[in-house]
């Protein structure tokens, strides 16, 4: 295990009663009662930034491109660059639509964020080709689903693409005399990603000290690019949904769990429980996903269970290298307990695939079917 020989000690601490906060304790009989506590308990754990309204939005660009109406898009939050977005729609769509918030994935490949899971007319750098033949079946999901009819928003999460920290932003024991050379170049791709691995935890201990978490940024970046989508005329605000793979699983997890908004949810690639990080798989993972004291009241799982009884599905590959497949299983228990003990166990789906960490074509058009039933 991880700790070697305190592993098991560790482990104790997560056996024995359920997590103070689960709605599986006896205690816990009305839904609405328990869902306040526990929601205010995570915020609390978040600890987010506090973020002025909902930025202005400027359009950068609009035009057609195979069947789409897409908008480039750009706005402000109160540091760091501005975020890059891609708005995506059927041409000639009238009226209100359906709306997906797309969720870029880690990767450890923070150079990119939205160019992840879009395509866009003669963009497709060479390192993007790669990743979504890896992992998309060499699509940009989000324009796929676009075409069955919904308006579908996708932005640079907090670190990603537009929203990274350059080489220069931080001192020279950081950058250790890097710069961007040959911006774009793959070369230069490859090394800036695996310079913004290494910042890791310089990043998230610096966040500790200023009182939030990680966790806490990104859901609250997620939020205000949610608002954007919910504002628009041509988004029906009562049928959003969002999704994604890997980090974008990660931020379904804790968008999906404490908004509402969020009236079906797709986890791909990112569901077990904390002993499975603990004993076996904490290395593979970014310090995104960890959130201080939240094992003393969630289990992992129980998260996202703070959704319920709306509309859940967890899409999960038996041979992904990152979880073992008792944790998928139990992780999968858990979220049917919960969603059963709220009397609503056919609002609850996972299923499973062979292979490895992937959201391919067929696990792509079982999740967009999914998605048509639910909204």
């Not at 599986?24 to 995570?42: H, N, P, Q, T, V």
């Not at 890997?246 to 569901?271: E, H, N, P, Q």
């Not at 992904?320 to 858990?334: C, F, H, N, V, W």
Request: net charge neutral; charged share 25%.
């Amino acid at each position: 295990n991880m700790l070697g020989p305190y592993g098991q000690w560790a482990n104790k601490m997560l056996e024995g009663e359920l997590p103070r906060l689960s709605f599986r304790r006896e205690e816990f009989r009305r839904l609405s009662a328990w869902k306040a506590k526990a929601r205010g308990r995570l915020a609390d754990l978040l600890a987010p930034p506090d973020y002025p309204s909902t930025p202005r939005v400027r359009v950068l660009q609009r035009y057609e491109y195979d069947g789409l109406a897409i908008e480039e898009l750009e706005w402000r939050l109160p540091a760091g660059p501005p975020t890059s977005a891609v708005f995506l729609k059927p041409a000639g769509a009238r009226g209100r639509l359906p709306a997906i918030l797309a969720l870029h994935d880690h990767g450890g490949r923070k150079y990119f964020g939205t160019q992840k899971i879009v395509s866009l007319p003669g963009r497709r750098h060479p390192l993007i080709a790669v990743h979504q033949q890896e992992h998309y079946g060499d699509l940009g999901w989000a324009n796929e689903i676009a075409r069955r009819g919904y308006a579908v928003l996708v932005h640079d999460g907090f670190l990603f693409g537009s929203r990274r920290i350059q080489y220069e932003d931080v001192p020279e024991v950081l950058h250790r005399g890097r710069r961007d050379r040959r911006p774009e170049s793959s070369a230069e791709i490859h090394r800036y990603n695996d310079w913004a691995s290494e910042q890791e935890s310089v990043v998230a201990r610096s966040l500790l000290c200023a009182g939030t978490t990680w966790p806490g940024v990104f859901v609250q970046e997620d939020q205000i690019a949610l608002d954007i989508l919910c504002k628009r005329r041509d988004v029906d605000a009562d049928r959003v949904a969002c999704g994604g793979l890997s980090g974008g699983g990660l931020r379904t997890v804790y968008l999906a769990g404490l908004d509402d908004r969020i009236k079906a949810a797709v986890c791909v690639g990112f569901m077990t429980t904390w002993g499975d990080f603990l004993l076996h798989k904490s290395h593979t993972h970014t310090w995104m996903t960890y959130l201080p004291l939240a094992p003393r009241d969630f289990e992992f799982p129980e998260i996202l269970g703070l959704r319920v009884p709306l509309p859940t599905l967890v899409q999960n590959c038996w041979e992904d290298s990152l979880y073992t497949p008792e944790g998928m299983r139990k992780a999968d228990q858990i979220l049917q307990e919960v969603y059963a003990k709220a009397g609503a166990a056919d609002n609850y789906e996972a299923r499973f695939y062979s292979g490895g960490h992937k959201f391919d074509l067929q696990m792509q058009a079982e999740a967009f079917e999914w998605l048509d039933r639910w909204i």
